[in-house]
């Protein structure tokens, strides 16, 4: 076995080691790593086992409030959003916490068809939004990859007047190489899949059957999705089946795998927790919960640890927690969201449930949650100008690490919000935008303002999709 095919860099006797080293709180330990984390280099694991045994409220508040500036550091008060859109609910795994999992007579099974796509794309224009997540189970109709790559397709052609879906994610089954270089030629942005859990014996016991149940093939992924030349990588865990330490640190020493033999880690990391699902009795009493006080800190220690590596949090947390969450790490989120396929043509509740891969947290529609971000000095960014630019992988990281990023993604961040108030918000959402973005140009320097302002005045006068 190799790395193209199992996770040879997969250590728990290491992981194991670092958590029983770091069983207790250390105060002073603990000061040290947050001087450390502030210099923007990252952390090492041993570093974030000992953020993650902290228990004193106030000593969490100061791990808190380091994350919260460095994330201002890195990214400002700009904030990515995106929509899933779900294209397929056939599956050939028997995970037991998911909705999806093929043996579940509890859930409506639906493949969309390319016109059926179109729709689903056109209506998430018509809100705004510019960047989409697809997501299917792990099955696919007629000849497989094909029918993924179709739906890729379907998205980029897809019009409402005149706009067009900019960037395409992807969270899709594992592939081959060979699959994966198709996929790439296909304009993707990210590649996104979650591992679950790297526990072995916790993922041999929830994953019955299927191609799902090999736990090498899947996390080998990102190497064969890094060989076919997609340096676009997104990682992500379903927090809830082993613990939560554990998890967090194989998750940073998968990442550390990726920069020691590419040079380049993830681009983002989800971080979802089990949500209550259609026919899963796994979901509804997760083994290993975790309190929002301890997701709230391993949010934190995820940003101190990768401070230039995305984090997504998706609509399965409430407003709440996601506010909260928004000023300690996360950077990335989607709004307005659907987990089953059709589901906004088919419109209704947001809570549909046997239909849906999970339970919704946040049940907000997309201007709904521009309007709470803009009220509280966020600046929502549809933008998608390091795909285009030839800025994704490792190019993306030279420019972050030096802090040169936040250069471009300001004034883009601004120009698609501008672009989003215009065309699409009610107006007391675009009160309150214009008013977020004159504050965010105040705190500017000379060029990045220039830059931004003259972004702004093309929108302004007509023209749409302009970025630096």
């Known amino acids: 076995m190799n790395a193209d095919t199992g996770a040879v860099w997969l250590d728990e006797g290491r992981i194991a080691a670092a958590l029983e080293a770091h069983k207790t709180e250390d105060p002073g330990l603990v000061a040290e790593i947050l001087a450390k984390a502030e210099e923007l280099h990252g952390l090492t694991s041993d570093d974030v086992a000992a953020l993650l045994a902290v228990r004193d409220p106030e000593l969490a508040e100061s791990v808190f409030a380091a994350a919260a500036r460095v994330k201002d550091r890195i990214y400002g008060r700009r904030v990515v959003l995106f929509a899933p859109l779900y294209f397929s609910s056939l599956c050939s795994n028997e995970c037991l916490y998911c909705a999806f999992r093929r043996g579940n007579d509890a859930v409506r099974r639906r493949a969309l068809s390319m016109e059926e796509i179109d729709r689903e794309t056109r209506l998430l224009l018509r809100q705004g939004h510019k960047r989409l997540l697809l997501v299917a189970g792990e099955a696919y109709p007629g000849s ?24 395409v994610n992807v969270n899709l089954a594992p592939l081959s190489v060979e699959d994966f270089r198709r996929l790439r030629e296909r304009r993707i942005g990210t590649f996104q899949l979650f591992q679950e859990t790297y526990h072995r014996p916790t993922y041999a016991r929830v994953h019955l059957a299927g191609p799902k149940r090999d736990f090498d093939w899947r996390a080998s992924v990102f190497d064969r999705a890094m060989l076919a030349g997609i340096d676009d990588v997104g990682m992500g865990l379903l927090y809830g089946l082993y613990d939560w330490r ?23 990391i989800s971080v979802p927790r089990m949500e209550p699902a259609a026919g899963s ?34 609509t399965r947390e409430s407003a709440t927690l996601r506010q909260k969450a928004l000023e300690l790490g996360v950077s990335q989120i989607s709004a307005g969201s659907r987990t089953s396929p059709g589901g906004y043509a088919d419109g209704g509740d947001n809570k549909d449930y046997d239909a849906a891969q999970f339970r919704l947290g946040d049940c907000r ?41 936040r250069r471009k993604c300001t004034p883009n961040a601004l120009s698609t919000f501008e672009e989003y108030l215009l065309d699409y918000a009610a107006p007391e959402t675009r009160a309150l935008g214009e008013s977020a973005i004159a504050r965010c140009l105040d705190d500017l320097d000379d060029d990045v303002r220039a830059i931004s302002e003259r972004l702004l005045r093309e929108v302004r006068d007509g023209r749409r999709d302009v970025y630096c």
């Open 144 to 167: 497989g990859i094909d029918y993924v790559l179709d739906a890729i397709d379907a998205v980029y052609a897809a019009r409402e007047d005149g706009d067009s879906i900019r960037r």
């Open 246 to 268: 554990f998890e967090t640190l194989a998750l940073l020493r998968h990442i550390e795998h990726l920069e020691e033999r590419f040079g380049v880690g993830c681009h983002t």
């Open 281 to 314: 009795e796994l979901a509804l009493r997760p083994p290993h919960p975790l309190s929002d006080e301890e997701f709230l800190l391993l949010v934190a220690a995820l940003r101190l640890a990768v401070p230039y590596t995305g984090i997504i949090l998706s």
């Open 365 to 405: 529609e997309l201007d709904e949650v521009v309007a709470d971000l803009a009220e509280r000095g966020y600046i929502p960014s549809f933008c998608t100008g390091c795909y285009r630019k030839g800025r994704p992988g490792k190019d993306f990281m030279d420019l972050a690490r030096p802090g040169l990023i």
